[in-house]
């Protein structure tokens, strides 16, 4: 499992340098960027608040446009660090005074809210370096690490928002958000092979640029594209079980939340990582429940999630690949038709490990397979036929490859 960074401070490389008494803290502060201890207490106590850095964005021209889920999660005093965070960044500040009153936790906190809320800013890197007073332990300035060089930003930029437009170029206009959501969710995982290997897997230009990633570039390449389009998506971090750190997203449709993991979709991560030898998309983590979700993937803890619990738009349900109950014919009737429609595969998911397990004895144990697979061999012109196919006990989903 890869490592998702930005997740927890002490998974994070954070270096102190502890002034001591108010002497240093005057020395400290004296070197960073012009801003002097007299400067940094009277912005405190004048209390602008997030409303400072607002008008400050405004100036600079670097206002969001996208709908940021951790901001508005946010106390209102880390609200405004991180808008402070924010506006330096998009200013390509990559280090400097910092003035929001707040510790070192605070600050991460902030830190991490501002890169969930935006994958636009695809120049960070995995670590961060700060410097606090010795005089109530407050943050007064900071250093990220980067990716990329300063002078290489507005260029890359540029590609990327071509990269994403040519993605949304290809959705009709008349799509529904479940169509551009699920199309974005397929356009990554056909043009983005899972390689930990990969150059810059944190961020967006390895999916977008590169074609290469992990999970972390999948879930904020996913939210990039669909905040270009103007759709809620938000980006969840947090471990699956028994294994390690993971990233996926949270994308709404009306007033529903569903859950999305466009690097469990890729069958290129299925096989490196389950051994499953599936080749085919994965469809269970497109617009899924946390019910359903939950069974593997564990949330942080360092954000507040609305309730995932509509099915409204299970692609199984919506595509006709659904059935509550085993039932013989229905099943049979389903096998057949997909060879006779020349498909590579079939897909099946049933609505109970009753009807799920029926199923499975009935194709691998019984005889439910013989006539697809007679049908086969007449066709082809061959005295057999080989068949391979995967299960998927958490989600009742069996497939079948008939090439």
Same mark, same amino acid.
């Given at each position: 499992?890869?490592?998702?960074?930005?997740?927890?401070?002490?998974?994070?490389?954070?270096?102190?340098r502890l002034a001591a008494g108010a002497g240093a803290a005057v020395l400290l502060a004296s070197?960073?960027?012009?801003?002097?201890?007299?400067?940094?207490?009277?912005?405190? $106590?004048?209390?602008?608040?997030?409303?400072?850095?607002?008008?400050?964005?405004?100036?600079?021209?670097?206002?969001?446009?996208?709908?940021?889920?951790?901001?508005?999660?946010? #106390?209102?005093?880390?609200?405004?660090?991180?808008?402070?965070?924010?506006?330096?960044?998009?200013?390509?500040?990559?280090?400097? #005074?910092?003035?929001?009153?707040?510790?070192?936790?605070?600050? %991460?906190?902030?830190?991490?809210?501002?890169?969930?809320?935006? #994958?636009?800013?695809?120049?960070?890197?995995?670590?961060?370096?700060?410097?606090?007073?010795?005089?109530?332990?407050?943050?007064?300035?900071?250093?990220?690490?980067?990716?990329?060089?300063?002078?290489?930003?507005?260029?890359?930029?540029?590609?990327?928002?071509?990269?994403?437009?040519?993605?949304?170029?290809? &959705?009709?206009?008349?799509?529904?958000?479940?169509?551009?959501?699920?199309?974005?969710?397929?356009?990554?995982?056909?043009?983005?092979?899972?390689?930990?290997?990969?150059?810059?897997?944190?961020?967006?230009?390895?999916?977008?640029?590169?074609?290469?990633?992990?999970?972390?570039?999948?879930?904020?390449?996913?939210?990039?594209?669909?905040?270009?389009?103007? =759709?809620?998506?938000?980006? &969840?971090?947090?471990?699956?079980?028994?294994?390690?750190?993971?990233? $996926?997203?949270?994308?709404?449709?009306?007033?529903?939340?569903?859950?999305?993991?466009?690097?469990?979709?890729?069958?290129?991560?299925?096989?490196?990582?389950?051994?499953?030898?599936?080749?085919?998309?994965?469809?269970?983590?497109?617009?899924?429940?946390?019910?359903?979700?939950?069974?593997?993937?564990?949330?942080?803890?360092?954000?507040?999630?609305?309730?995932?619990?509509?099915?409204?738009?299970?692609?199984?349900?919506?595509?006709?690949?659904?059935?509550?109950?085993?039932?013989?014919?229905?099943?049979?009737?389903?096998?057949?038709?997909?060879? $006779?429609?020349?498909?590579?595969?079939?897909?099946?998911?049933?609505?109970?490990?009753?009807?799920?397990?029926?199923?499975?004895?009935? =194709?691998?144990?019984?005889?439910?397979?013989?006539? #697809?697979?007679?049908?086969?061999?007449?066709?082809?012109?061959?005295?057999?036929?080989?068949?391979?196919?995967?299960?998927?006990?958490?989600?009742? =989903?069996?497939? =079948?490859? %008939?090439?």
């Amino acid at each position: 499992m890869d490592k998702t960074s930005y997740r927890k401070r002490e998974r994070h490389t954070f270096l102190f340098r502890l002034a001591a008494g108010a002497g240093a803290a005057v020395l400290l502060a004296s070197a960073l960027g012009g801003c002097s201890v007299v400067e940094r207490v009277q912005y405190q $106590w004048a209390d602008a608040g997030a409303e400072h850095w607002e008008e400050a964005a405004v100036e600079a021209g670097v206002v969001s446009e996208v709908e940021e889920y951790y901001y508005s999660h946010l #106390p209102e005093k880390l609200q405004e660090a991180y808008r402070e965070i924010y506006v330096h960044l998009m200013k390509y500040e990559d280090s400097g #005074p910092f003035m929001a009153g707040i510790g070192v936790d605070d600050f %991460w906190k902030s830190y991490y809210a501002v890169l969930a809320d935006h #994958p636009e800013i695809f120049w960070i890197g995995t670590s961060a370096q700060v410097e606090e007073s010795g005089i109530g332990k407050q943050v007064v300035s900071y250093t990220c690490e980067t990716t990329v060089d300063a002078k290489e930003r507005a260029s890359m930029k540029a590609q990327l928002e071509a990269a994403a437009d040519a993605c949304i170029s290809q &959705i009709p206009a008349a799509a529904s958000d479940y169509e551009k959501i699920k199309y974005v969710y397929e356009y990554i995982i056909d043009t983005t092979d899972y390689d930990q290997g990969g150059a810059d897997t944190q961020n967006i230009q390895s999916v977008l640029l590169y074609r290469r990633s992990v999970c972390a570039g999948y879930s904020k390449a996913f939210q990039y594209i669909l905040n270009r389009m103007g =759709l809620f998506c938000t980006y &969840i971090t947090g471990t699956i079980q028994g294994g390690g750190d993971h990233g $996926w997203n949270m994308v709404r449709i009306g007033d529903q939340y569903y859950y999305v993991d466009v690097t469990w979709g890729d069958p290129v991560f299925a096989n490196q990582v389950e051994g499953s030898g599936s080749n085919a998309m994965n469809y269970n983590y497109l617009c899924c429940t946390e019910t359903e979700l939950f069974k593997t993937h564990v949330p942080s803890d360092s954000i507040a999630l609305p309730s995932c619990t509509s099915d409204d738009y299970n692609y199984y349900k919506m595509n006709g690949y659904y059935y509550e109950t085993f039932d013989y014919d229905t099943i049979y009737n389903a096998l057949m038709n997909s060879v $006779w429609n020349d498909n590579a595969y079939i897909v099946m998911k049933f609505g109970s490990s009753e009807a799920y397990e029926s199923a499975k004895y009935e =194709l691998f144990e019984g005889n439910m397979l013989n006539d #697809p697979g007679q049908y086969l061999m007449e066709i082809n012109g061959v005295g057999s036929w080989n068949y391979r196919y995967h299960t998927d006990d958490e989600f009742h =989903l069996i497939t =079948l490859y %008939w090439k």
